[in-house]
């Protein structure tokens, strides 16, 4: 299980300090959907990204299964994300010269390759995207490329998805397909997803809400 306590981070610029985040603690027990919402500038993204080990936080711990990600060497880290995490930001970062499929494919390792490709067709499937892998990103609608997006951070099997606006590009429909996706990964895997739309947030088992850099009310069960 992923948990964090006490998290602050500072941005310390020239002559301004910014309190991002002011002591947050919080547990991510799997099986979840766990949205993160907040006004602009509420320190979501921050905590996403100390959540992922991607930033440090000026004081604080993050531990999944018991074991401090903020401790451990970059290498451990760094074997941690491509192990056992999987992203999605707002905008889907596909390359242009590879199709969809060769897309979710890019960071498997050539010896699981045709295990992986199946895997690949199968998620485009399930994702609404069937025979749509030899397709280039241009050839795809916006909300077609988030999808193809959500297949790659799929691909590796992650026991954790963050996701930082996954939806914010997205028509409602789209936002939905792409959150449906994501609340299926949560029925055996955990899902962390930073939004700031409340409809996005439907399916989700909890929700937790920053203002100011503080959470506001903790672990709310989602009202459906
Ligand atoms: N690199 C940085 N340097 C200085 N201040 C920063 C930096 N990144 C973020 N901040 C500040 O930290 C606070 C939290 O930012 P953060 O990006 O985590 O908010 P957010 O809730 O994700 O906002 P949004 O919904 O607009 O994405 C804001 O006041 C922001 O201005
Ligand atoms: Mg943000």
Redesign the pocket.
Known sequence: MLTCSDIC?D???AT?V?H??KGVTLEFPPNKLHGIM????????????ILCGLKAPTSGNVLIDGKSITKMTDAERASLRSKQFGFVFQQPFLLNYLTALENILVGVSPSVLSTATIKAESLLENLGLGGMGDKYPSMLSGGERQRVAVARALIGNPDIVFA??PTAALDKENGYKVMKALADWAVDHTVIV?T?DADMLKGADEIHH?MN?CLVDNAQPNVR
């Open positions: 981070l941005y310390v610029e301004r910014t991002a985040l907040g006004p602009s500038g509420s320190g979501k993204s921050s905590l996403l990204y930082d606006e930073v700031h920053l850099g």
